[in-house]
Nanobody
């Protein structure tokens, strides 16, 4: 049973930084792709970025490219989302997701497991 627990959200001023964590537990994750998504009120859940556990390859949505970075600490089974130069449009609930097949897709339907989400609010 895969469990994902996000943490690290909060309130930050525009231009600031936050680091989100996703603690994963369950089977070995080396074949998995780990994605980050976000959902703002009244909007659909959107892709933020993804990494493949076994080699650390990453890809990002254009809206966050150059500002956000995903990394993995395999010793802790934890995936991080470093968010820099935050803007109010980044305000959303952020979710960690796991894809056991390693496809690393950009659609929520590509992922089988989800965390509970952590709120990020960026003020002007």
């Amino acid at each position: 049973q895969v469990q994902l627990v996000e943490s690290g959200g909060g309130l930050v001023q525009a231009g600031g930084s936050l680091r989100l964590s996703c603690a994963a537990s369950g089977p070995p994750f080396r074949t998995y792709a780990m994605g980050w998504f976000r959902q703002a009120p009244g909007k659909e859940r959107e892709f933020v970025g993804v990494t493949r556990w076994h080699n650390g390859d990453t890809s990002y949505a254009d809206s966050v490219k150059g500002r956000f970075a995903i990394s993995i600490d395999s010793a802790k089974d934890t995936v991080y989302l470093q968010m820099n130069t935050l803007i109010p449009e980044d305000t959303a609930t952020y979710y960690c997701a796991a894809d056991p097949f390693g496809v690393a897709g950009v659609s929520p339907g590509d992922y089988d497991y989800w965390g509970q989400g952590t709120q990020v609010t960026v003020s002007t």
